[in-house]
């Protein structure tokens, strides 16, 4: 099985920064697309941002000039840089994989714990 395990959620203030850590571990064989959604109270989940194997990258127009999104394909990490936080983007943000434990295994989707994010003065 895969598994994925988020870290770096907190409470800060408007205006800081945080980084968020995903790192997929267990039995990989590939893994593509990486991705970070986010649900805040009463919300559908939303996608955040996500970045394939090659490194092209897609945002949400809510979190563009704001946040980054990068990874490390030797570590099976991928990482949210989020820069001038907002109270409206504290949710609950979740790791997402599209990945392989095995050659004969299709592509799955798999999902970390999550991670809260808070933003408040």
């Known amino acids: 099985q895969l598994q994925l395990v988020e870290s770096g959620g907190d409470l800060v203030q408007p205006g800081e920064s945080l980084r968020l850590s995903c790192a997929a571990s267990g039995s990989i064989f590939s893994i593509g697309a990486m991705g970070w959604y986010r649900q805040a109270p009463e919300n559908k989940r939303e996608l955040v941002a996500i970045?394939?194997?090659?490194?092209?990258?897609n945002y949400a127009d809510s979190v563009k000039g704001r946040f980054t999104i990068s990874r490390d394909n030797a570590k099976n990490t991928v990482y949210l840089q989020m820069n001038s936080l907002k109270p409206e983007d504290t949710a609950v943000y979740y790791c997402n994989v599209l990945g392989r434990i095995s050659s004969v295994q299709s592509v799955r989707s798999y999902w970390g714990q999550g991670t809260q994010v808070t933003v408040s003065s």
């Open positions: 970045i394939i194997t090659g490194g092209s990258t």
